[in-house]
């Protein structure tokens, strides 16, 4: 069956050091990957999206990287801030439907 | 504003009361589609729409009724609610099905007593 894993653990950083989420899939071929940052009691919002044939795409302090051979990809906030506290899904797109794992939730310390 | 706004943003009730969560979209966008959250689970797609008049079922479509009469609408409907689906349900759209970011309403928690 298909299946998405992020980081199970939470994710709790100093700030102005980098964050680093992990998303892995099995038995997906996705043609696009996604990431959103949720607040809690609030829906999810659009990060960055990230195509099979793109290794690398960057905004602002956050980076994505797509390995469709590992089937991972990996979310990085550099500098982090008290404000970059949330939970991040991660979402593969196969044949029309966009599947999410179930978030990582990342606290900034100031 | 471009938003999804979802009503009502929660709900309580007792099983086998038949309940609509609608779901409006300005924006234009083609693609609609609901999900539940649960924790650990994540979000679960219950049914989807690429544009009028066409539905599909998700992963988790049982219990559960949809309908697109309208481009801007799509309301999530439950004929007899049952304690199993007290969840948080979003609705999302998107300017096409594919390769397009979600933009996501507000939420809706529903409680089945």
């Known amino acids: 069956s298909q299946k998405i894993e992020q980081n199970s653990e939470a994710l709790n950083i100093q700030e102005g050091k980098t964050a680093t989420l992990t998303c892995n899939y099995t038995n997906y071929s996705p043609a696009y990957l996604q990431w959103y940052r949720q607040d809690p009691g609030r829906g999810p919002v659009f990060l960055l999206l990230?195509?099979?044939?793109?290794k690398e795409k960057r905004k602002e302090r956050l980076k994505v990287t797509f390995d469709t051979t590992l089937k991972q990809s990996l979310f990085h906030i550099t500098a982090s801030q008290p404000a970059d506290s949330a939970t991040y899904l991660c979402a593969l797109e196969v044949d029309y439907k966009l599947s999410f794992g179930a978030g990582t939730t990342v606290t900034v310390r100031a | 504003e471009a938003q999804v706004t979802q009503n009502p943003r929660y709900l309580i009730t007792v099983t086998g009361k038949k309940l609509t969560v609608t779901c409006s979209q300005n924006?234009?966008?083609?693609?609609m589609s609901w999900y539940r959250q649960d924790p650990g689970l994540g979000l679960r797609q219950i049914y989807y729409?690429?544009?009028?008049?066409?539905?599909d079922k998700g992963d988790v479509p049982e219990g559960y009724k949809v309908s697109r009469k309208e481009k801007r609408n799509f309301p999530l409907i439950l004929e007899s609610p049952s304690p199993n689906q007290t969840s948080l349900y979003f609705c999302?759209?998107?300017?096409?099905?594919?390769?397009?970011?979600?933009?996501f309403g507000s939420g809706t928690q529903l409680s089945v007593l």
């Open positions: 729409s690429m544009n009028v008049e066409v539905t």
């Open positions: 990230i195509r099979e044939n793109e």
């Open positions: 924006m234009n966008h083609e693609y």
């Open positions: 999302a759209s998107s300017l096409r099905d594919r390769g397009e970011k979600l933009f």
